[in-house]
């Protein structure tokens, strides 16, 4: 997990040494917290393949495409940026680039590239890669890169220039609070890619059929083999650059496999039996492995998830959608009732297993200090306000039927998909489904595979109605720009949008571009609570829950050290004798 992350306070995160979760059946487990101050790794040893789950098969193996999870999570560790996060200091570190330099105005600011660097093919990493990945990729209006949102400033662009062979000028319009977290993004390999740009064909390559020898990146790691359905494989980078305080080689692990696993519940069963070395759990599962007694598992509850899970409604005015229809999904009124409909309490106790929280903001309890419970309005769980808000617009049961009709006939009706195999949200949305049937709603709710699912809500002609869906969440409010600004190629209830809908969302997006430039911490804090409240106010989307953070492992490894944003040192983690 690579996360494009700003630097926090670690006060802002919250550990305890561990808690006893029940299961239903009686049996208890050990819920382990770590702090980051035990983050110490000590010199390992090389060897050994490492098992692991992938949810779906990728929709794309090229970076700058990605925007779903089944993508980014195979190719997330091929790639290298500028700079990462270290997750136990908070504090931005050089990766690719060895030192910078910042002008006194903060606009100018000089990177001087590592000059140990290598693509996994041996071809050597300079300027001119850094340069074609940010003027050529993520500036060329072409190519719908979401890491463009990211890297606009109001706007406006940032100049790159290179200066020598190592050396690159990033000159900004303005001061840009986040600019280090966001040279976390992936570089590109300008020698493999640069040709793609000019004819034309770069957002189709690198798909998941072209030949893997042609996917090349500075990352620890390289694929090897992906067997669709199956597995993705894994070998170390010959040419990694980072080595560990003896000059040995990083990772430690040799080798790595991505089992491919479309349910969860297969999943568990299958770390369970050993068949995999570590899994994130559902609160769900927690029974399950109270029930399997194995004292060699470990549990880690990691805090809440940054994670979120909402309803959305399609908005946009150019979607193929019954224009009566959008008018009701373009009514906060409308949003507002269906608020009020989902009994989210009711959905963490029987989808979670008590281990989570309702959620009705943007963000969860893992973004402090932004996240500030009595700063948002709440929707309680109130069949009754939801049909009074619902008949306050129009909407009746005019022939007795039990649906209701709007003010032109029209019943009631929509249709609901989610992501088939994915259990929560199959569940969710029967929920969902039932009590909007008690409202008189008719949902008609349609698990469909993951990258179909994606395809219809980033691709014209933008066919669906409504979907419940998750989006993984940033340390940075900035590096949500690409959800919450009406531009935003993941807006996605009316997306890139040349010109604000809506007045709420043209002061959201001033709110958002204004908090990008605003480099007084506090000041910061203040700008995003008011975009995050209108969009609570406004319910674009439907928050629903956030559950725990939960990680099983085996007790096999030295230096695992998880966290709710990704791992720490991960490269350094090993087997035991």
């Not at 290179?162 to 992936?186: C, G, H, M, Q, W």
Request: net charge neutral.
């Amino acid at each position: 997990m690579k996360p494009v992350l700003v630097a926090l306070l670690v006060a802002f995160l919250s550990f305890l040494p561990f808690h006893m979760s029940n299961s239903p059946e009686g049996g208890k487990v050990e819920l382990i917290k770590v702090s980051p101050e035990e983050f110490n790794p000590k010199p390992g040893r090389e060897g050994g393949t490492l098992y692991f789950v992938l949810s779906g098969d990728p929709k794309t193996l090229n970076p700058a495409l990605a925007q779903e999870t089944t993508s980014t999570a195979v190719i997330g560790d091929v790639f290298s940026g500028l700079t990462r996060l270290d997750l136990k200091t908070m504090e931005v570190k050089p990766d690719l680039a060895r030192r910078w330099e910042v002008s006194e105005d903060g606009r100018v600011w000089t990177f001087y590239l590592r000059e140990d660097v290598r693509w996994s093919d041996g071809t050597p990493f300079t300027a001119d890669d850094v340069v074609f990945t940010f003027n050529e990729v993520y500036y060329n209006d072409d190519i719908p890169s979401s890491t463009r949102d990211i890297l606009t400033i109001k706007g406006r662009k940032i100049k790159v220039e290179k200066i020598d062979r190592y050396a690159v000028r990033f000159t900004l319009p303005e001061p840009f609070a986040p600019f280090l977290n966001a040279l976390s993004a992936e570089i590109l390999p300008r020698h493999r890619l640069q040709k793609h740009v000019r004819e034309g064909s770069f957002n189709t390559a690198w798909n998941v059929n072209t030949p893997l020898e042609e996917i090349v990146g500075t990352g620890p790691w390289v694929i090897k083999e992906y067997i669709k359905g199956q597995r993705v494989v894994y070998e170390r980078n010959p040419y990694y650059y980072r080595k560990d305080e003896r000059e040995r080689r990083l990772p430690y692990i040799k080798r790595k496999v991505g089992v491919i696993i479309g349910d969860p519940d297969t999943a568990l069963l299958k770390f369970t039996n050993g068949e995999l070395d570590y899994i994130g759990l559902r609160p769900q599962d927690i029974q399950h492995i109270a029930r399997t007694d194995r004292e060699n598992i470990k549990v880690y509850d990691l805090g809440s998830t940054p994670s979120t899970t909402f309803l959305v409604f399609n908005q946009n005015p150019n979607a193929k959608v019954a224009k009566h229809k959008l008018k009701w999904f373009q009514n906060k009124v409308f949003r507002t009732a269906i608020s009020h409909a989902i009994d989210r309490e009711g959905i963490c106790y029987l989808v979670y297993n008590g281990l989570a929280k309702p959620l009705y903001t943007p963000i969860t309890e893992a973004n402090r200090p932004y996240y500030d419970e009595r700063y948002y309005p709440t929707y309680e769980y109130d069949l009754k306000r939801a049909r009074e808000l619902l008949e306050s617009i129009g909407f009746k049961d005019r022939d007795g039927d039990g649906i209701l009709e709007d003010s032109e006939g029209h019943d009631l009706k929509f249709t609901l998909i989610t992501n088939a195999g994915n259990k929560e949200r199959e569940t969710i949305g029967n929920i969902i489904k039932e009590d909007l049937k008690k409202i008189g709603i008719e949902v008609h709710f349609q698990p469909i595979d993951f990258n179909s699912l994606v395809a219809r809500l980033t691709s014209p002609p933008y066919e669906w109605e409504a979907v419940i869906i998750g989006l993984t969440g940033s340390l940075d409010p900035h590096f949500g720009r690409n959800v919450w600004h009406s531009s935003g190629t993941l807006h996605m209830w009316n997306p890139i949008q040349k010109k604000p809908a809506t007045e709420w969302e043209a002061e959201v997006d001033r709110l958002i571009d204004r908090g990008a430039v605003e480099l007084n911490f506090k000041k910061r804090v203040e700008i995003y609570k008011k975009a995050y409240r209108i969009i609570t106010e406004q319910q674009p989307m439907i928050f629903i829950a956030t559950p725990k953070s939960l990680l099983a492992a085996y007790d096999k490894f030295e230096n695992l050290f998880p966290t709710v944003w990704g791992w720490y040192e991960e490269e350094r983690l090993f087997f035991k004798n």
